[in-house]
């Protein structure tokens, strides 16, 4: 495309302001699959923000591999996400309604993102044939993917909930011809893209758990004691995601990626970020909203909804990064899975519990484990630099 200069393969940036603003709408987004969580605290609630969250990720995705092969500190570039970014807050604006009157304008305002992304990615790497070929023909039934989503928006119920499901199982088969091309990658980037969102994810949880409370403030109830410590024992289980993410497994994962060659590094970008990555940030969503109910109502004992929540955010989350580090290094993540089990024990025997001692305890889980898996590396690391 002219006016955009594609860098060498050798090339690594970091994120433009550009990709910043545009992960700003998905802020709204994650809000609204809070929300959603948080009024209808039941399984088809569940399944159904699954469903819109995977198909949001798909179009966040798109636009990740493809600012990673076209930086985006330049004017064109900028524009497309400037317009992407508009797209996004309709696409956030009817996630509650998008399986009633919303879904003609959350799968349309869907379908611009994505397209826009795979449009940026096509007409930029005209010049590199192998890895035009590879995105013609991953983009080819990527694009496909999206029909049975932007028609299914027309339609109501059941009909709708299965075109977008065949939708995303197009997708599925896109990301399979995909494995057998070459894509560029660029290590760095797509490390600080993923931890971007993470981050983004993150800060959901304080405002999951700060407005609620606020809301009381501002009724007079005022901060009691516990309340104060439920807001504390939420930002520290906040913080204890955010460091069981970027302390070990996101710099090892950007190590890895750069020790590999074209073909493997597109599979692995693949595998690690694109599939990985999406239980990851899922989780942070769905334990943000356990942790809002919570953290409202500490002094009582938390609903069994609510606990499974915050149970089933922490498998999301850990089993993403576990199933990263097995891809990556073939190692099994084992005091993820051991503080999942010893959590879901926490939460699903503790139902008499008050709401503040379940997260106490949950914090202080997660610390072991941490310092437990620091420990185990450190030791692996210094056995094989004495080898």
Not at 89 to 97: N, Y
Not at 346 to 361: M, Y
Request: charged residues 15%; without cysteine.
């Amino acid at each position: 495309m002219r006016g955009i200069t594609v860098p060498d393969l050798g090339e690594d940036f970091t994120a433009d302001p550009s990709e910043l603003y545009f992960d700003l709408a998905f802020v709204f987004a994650f809000s609204q699959l809070v929300g959603v969580l948080v009024h209808d605290h039941n399984w088809q609630a569940v399944g159904r923000t699954a469903l819109l969250f995977t198909l949001m990720w798909v179009a966040w995705s798109q636009f990740t591999w493809s600012a990673n092969a076209v930086p985006g500190n330049q004017r064109i570039v900028r524009l497309v996400f400037l317009i992407a970014t508009a797209a996004s807050v309709p696409m956030g604006a009817s996630i509650g309604t998008a399986f009633e009157g919303g879904g003609v304008l959350f799968s349309l305002s869907l379908a611009v993102i994505f397209l826009m992304g795979l449009a940026l990615y096509v007409l930029n790497v005209k010049d590199q044939p192998e890895v035009f070929r590879s995105v013609l023909s991953y983009g080819g039934v990527a694009a496909a993917s999206f029909v049975p989503l932007v028609v299914g928006g027309f339609f109501e119920g059941g009909l709708r909930l299965a075109l977008w499901l065949s939708s995303l199982g197009i997708f599925v088969i896109a990301l399979v011809v995909a494995g057998g091309g070459d894509f560029l990658v660029r290590s760095g980037h797509f490390a600080e893209r993923h931890g971007l969102i993470i981050i983004v994810a993150l800060g959901e949880v304080i405002v999951a758990v700060g407005l609620p409370v606020v809301d009381a403030l501002e009724e007079g109830e005022g901060l009691g004691g516990r309340t104060l410590l439920a807001l504390l024992s939420a930002a520290t289980f906040a913080g204890l995601l955010w460091w069981s993410y970027f302390d070990l497994p996101q710099p090892s994962f950007e190590h890895r990626s750069e020790q590999l060659g074209l073909r493997s590094k597109g599979r692995f970008s693949r595998d690690v970020y694109t599939l990985w990555h999406l239980p990851v940030v899922a989780g942070v969503i769905l334990a943000a909203a356990g942790l809002e109910e919570i953290t409202l109502h500490p002094s009582e004992p938390a609903d069994l909804s609510y606990r499974l929540m915050l149970l089933g955010g922490l498998v999301l989350f850990h089993l993403g990064v576990a199933g990263a580090v097995l891809r990556a290094h073939s190692v099994i993540a084992v005091e993820r899975g051991v503080v999942v089990l010893a959590v879901a024990a926490v939460l699903l025997l503790g139902g008499s519990a008050n709401a503040i001692t379940l997260l106490v305890v949950v914090d202080v889980l997660l610390l072991v484990m941490l310092v437990v898996e620091a420990k185990r590396v450190r030791a692996v690391r210094r056995a094989s630099a004495a080898q």
